[in-house]
């Protein structure tokens, strides 16, 4: 997974800098074993607090560099399949824009599923890759229906076929393993963001599980089980087991 060393290291910190918030205290503070009790609990409250401020912090700058890198995955996806379109010189876009319109046309008006599949073959045989993919695209996203007809689908079916034995699919294949591992890093990051804002102090990431020490595993395993919360430590368990057998 995309940063998921980073995200690792971060989130094995942040528990150790938590567990180690009143050692803090008293470092900061050479008074602080003479302060009553409610006012060392405000103390590590408020360093608590502090810390998950300071990583927050650290986990909107690495949220910016995913959206930076799933930004740029994208656009390599684009390129391959739109190159017209996505290349600088005005002559080379316009060309894209007239292969889409040319395509759009020819989806204006009832086809029959040999003239489509002739079409997208011919179009990626011309290398007419802006025409081939929108018709490609316009034809599988109608796979997205709740309600799909029997010959409905088999076109959709005929068009996948192509596009999954196409030269263009195995380019862009490795590509969009890595988008998909930059989706999973940025899903990572909203869910250590989310358990700071609910101010957890251990912080217990299943996508993470296999990155983790088997000490760290153990403490992980403890740490749900005193939580209390039935419900959440069997989601927990549920995605460590997914992640683990994937």
Request: proline content about 2%; glycine content about 4%.
């Given at each position: 997974m995309y940063l998921s060393n980073e995200l690792n290291k971060l989130r094995t910190n942040y528990n150790s800098e938590q567990k180690r918030v009143e050692l803090k205290a008293k470092e900061r503070d050479r008074n602080y074993s003479l302060y009553a009790e409610?006012?060392?609990?405000?103390?590590?409250?408020?360093?608590?607090?502090?810390?998950?401020?300071?990583?927050?912090?650290?986990?909107?700058?690495?949220?910016?560099?995913?959206?930076?890198?799933?930004?740029?995955?994208?656009?390599?996806?684009?390129?391959?399949?739109?190159?017209?379109?996505?290349?600088?010189?005005?002559?080379?876009?316009?060309?894209?824009?007239?292969?889409?319109?040319?395509?759009?046309?020819?989806?204006?008006?009832?086809?029959?599923?040999?003239?489509?599949?002739?079409?997208?073959?011919?179009?990626?045989?011309?290398?007419?890759?802006?025409?081939?993919?929108?018709?490609?695209?316009?034809?599988?996203?109608?796979?997205?229906?709740?309600?799909?007809?029997?010959?409905?689908?088999?076109?959709?079916?005929?068009?996948?076929n192509i596009y999954d034995n196409s030269e263009v699919k195995k380019t862009i294949e490795p590509i969009e393993k890595e988008l998909n591992e930059i989706e999973l890093s940025k899903s990572v990051i909203n869910d250590f963001n989310n358990q700071l804002e609910s101010g957890n102090d251990f912080v217990i990431i299943p996508e993470l599980w296999k990155e983790m020490s088997n000490e760290d595993r153990d403490e992980s395993n403890m740490k749900m089980q005193t939580r209390g919360n039935l419900t959440d430590m069997i989601h927990l368990k549920s995605k460590i087991s997914e992640v683990m057998n994937s």
């Open positions: 409610e006012n060392k609990k405000k103390i590590i409250q408020d360093l608590s607090q502090e810390t998950r401020a300071e990583y927050k912090r650290e986990l909107s700058n690495l949220l910016n560099t995913v959206t930076e890198r799933k930004k740029h995955t994208t656009g390599k996806i684009q390129a391959v399949k739109f190159p017209n379109l996505s290349d600088k010189e005005i002559n080379r876009k316009i060309i894209g824009e007239q292969q889409i319109t040319q395509a759009q046309i020819f989806l204006s008006s009832p086809k029959k599923s040999e003239q489509i599949i002739s079409s997208i073959n011919e179009a990626l045989e011309m290398g007419r890759n802006e025409y081939a993919f929108t018709v490609i695209n316009s034809i599988l996203s109608a796979g997205n229906n709740v309600i799909i007809e029997p010959a409905q689908k088999k076109i959709i079916e005929q068009v996948k």
